[in-house]
């Protein structure tokens, strides 16, 4: 018999919808770390991020056993533009969108180099993440938007244009000027990102 890990997100959806739950518990361990990460560059707040992620599951279980899941797309690419719909909704409920910390001085002043992983690695990769997010922050939205969709969700052009209201050609434009802006805060702050 074939393993549920083996299987496409094709095959673990139509399993699934023959109540076979272990195969949408291999939907979620595939792709939680991704929509986690995701959800937690726009809300900025881990247990909010875990909430909605447990959200994000329980829409697409209901889309599923509606009947409203089709084929057409990758299963990642709409599992995150559902959780990309609920997190602006969730920000429209709280009257803003992103907003990241604006003082990055002290967290871009000392550069981050280790050389053996284990629990230091850990720890350094936790504070670049930070950094990360706090650069992503001096960003405009539409920047941040694109860089986040197709940096942590995964997402393709075609999708983060149709998720942002925006053609291609803009996204793309958004997403270079973005990185550009990234690549000089790092100069600028003399940082090095390692892990």
């Not at 986690?36 to 881990?46: G, K, M, P, S, W």
Request: hydrophobic share 40%.
């Amino acid at each position: 018999m074939t393993s549920h890990e083996q299987l496409t997100d094709h095959q673990l959806i139509e399993l699934y919808k023959q109540r076979n739950t272990q195969a949408f518990s291999c939907l979620v361990l595939r792709h939680s770390h991704t929509l986690l990460t995701t959800i937690h560059f726009y809300v900025q707040d881990r247990q909010l991020a875990e909430d909605l992620l447990q959200e994000t599951f329980f829409k697409i279980i209901n889309a599923i056993g509606e009947g409203k899941y089709n084929q057409e797309g990758k299963f990642k690419w709409w599992a995150n533009s559902i959780a990309h719909n609920l997190c602006v909704d969730h920000l429209r409920a709280l009257k803003r969108m992103p907003a990241f910390e604006d003082d990055c001085d002290s967290c871009c002043n000392d550069s981050m180099q280790f050389s053996v992983p284990g629990v230091d690695y850990a720890i350094v990769k936790e504070q670049s993440f930070e950094k990360i997010r706090k650069m992503l922050g001096r960003l405009n939205k539409e920047q941040q938007e694109v860089i986040i969709m197709k940096h942590f969700a995964g997402l393709p052009f075609k999708e983060i244009a149709r998720l942002t209201g925006c053609s291609i050609n803009t996204a793309l434009s958004r997403m270079r000027h973005g990185l550009v802006n990234l690549r000089k805060m790092v100069a600028e702050n003399n940082i090095a990102l390692e892990c």
